[in-house]
C-alpha cells in the first residue's frame, strides 16, 4: 500500500509532468475510461450469463422421443411383453 509520502511525491510529478491546467482534463478521461470499463465488463458478464441460461433451457428441454440408449432394459422388456400381449389378444 503506499503511504503519505509516495503520494504527495506522484502529485507533485503529475504536477511538474502535465502542468496544473492538464490534470483536471487527465482525471476526466481517467474517469470516462474507468466507466466505459466497467459497463463493457457488465455487458460481457450479461451475455455470458445469457448463453449459460440459453445452454441450462436447451438441455432442460425433454426429446419428443425417447432415444434408444434412455430406456433402461426394464422399460425394453416391459414394452416387448405389452406388444406380445396385445398380438395375443388379435
Known amino acids: ?3 503519505t509520502t509516495e503520494i504527495i511525491l506522484i502529485v507533485v510529478a503529475l ?12 482525471a476526466k478521461s481517467l ?4 466507466k466505459a470499463f466497467k459497463e463493457g465488463m457488465r ?20 426429446a419428443a422421443a425417447p432415444q434408444i440408449n434412455q430406456v ?5 422388456f416391459e414394452e416387448a411383453r ?7 389378444q388379435s
Not at 15 to 26: C, E, H, K, T
Not at 57 to 62: E, I
Not at 82 to 88: H, L
Request: proline residues 4%; negative net charge.
Open 31 to 34: 474517469g470516462q475510461t474507468r
Open 15 to 26: 504536477f511538474l509532468l502535465f502542468g496544473a491546467s492538464r490534470l483536471p482534463q487527465l
Open 1 to 3: 500500500m503506499l503511504g
Open 82 to 88: 405389452r406388444r406380445a400381449a396385445i398380438k395375443q
Open 43 to 62: 455487458e460481457a458478464e450479461e451475455e455470458t450469463l445469457a448463453e449459460e441460461e440459453e445452454r441450462r433451457l436447451k438441455s432442460a428441454t425433454p
Open 72 to 76: 433402461t432394459d426394464e422399460q425394453l
